[in-house]
């Protein structure tokens, strides 16, 4: 049951981290089009912002592609097209491989952004886990502040595009082998599932960390908006088209 709880929580805050990364682009956007009438600023200030985070996930495709033996070409770690507020932050040229290899290289910026920010927040960050207020702000040094940086830089950089998922279609069967392995060579599964339970508990930490940063930056947004909004003296509103 723990670790069916865990697996749980972790699924939810990998997909509320997802939507506030979203809505982070979407203030942004809103902000640039208040006080520049266009939202170009506001793409621009994103990218240049998660520069970082972007830099690690266009590596980690390429360092992933190398290490399997396929053929990259040029990586783009700046937007490519800034038309209309859309963009695309990066990219990695690589040749067509199996869907073994190609899922691997697609999901490389997410598991190493995930490892990045569980390493960062238990070997920096495990007092958060206290309720000592006063001991969170007296052990925010000037390195601590750039490693919270870092934290929401890679969080919200570290999700993969549809493209990037095209070869995900063979997870399940690496999954099923997986089943089969363990049950063929009889594994026992009380020792595994604590290892995997303990691990998991350190992961939902660390993503609750991130969550907290990018729910503290969302308000910081929401709040310029509305500054933004009385000094201009007009409002953004967001329309999605109904086709």
Known sequence: MSLVVNFSLFLILIFTLNFFRNHIAHFLQRISLLFFRTPVPGV???????????????????????????R??????????????????????????DPFREALIGAAP????????????STQFGYLSS??????????????????????????????????QRAWWILPIVFVLIG????????????????????????????FVCLLLDLIVICALWFGQRVGETFTGTRVVYKQNSQ
């Open 44 to 70: 621009i200030f994103y990218s240049i912002f998660f520069l970082i985070g972007v830099t690690i996930h266009e590596l980690s495709h390429l360092l992933t592609a190398e290490i399997l033996g396929v």
């Open 72 to 97: 990259t070409g040029r990586i783009r770690i700046f937007p490519e097209e800034i038309k209309s507020g859309n963009m695309r932050l990066g990219s990695v040229e690589s040749v067509a491989a």
């Open 110 to 121: 997410f598991l190493l952004g995930l490892t990045l920010i569980t390493l960062i927040v």
């Open 131 to 164: 309720l000592d207020f006063n001991l969170w702000f007296t052990s925010l040094t000037p390195v601590k502040v750039f490693l919270l940086y870092l934290l929401f830089s890679i969080t919200n950089t570290m999700y993969v595009s549809k493209e990037d």
């Open 180 to 207: 089969a392995t363990i049950y063929v060579f009889n594994i026992a599964f009380t020792q595994i599932f604590p290892v995997i339970v303990s691990y998991l508990k350190i992961i939902n930490f660390a993503l």
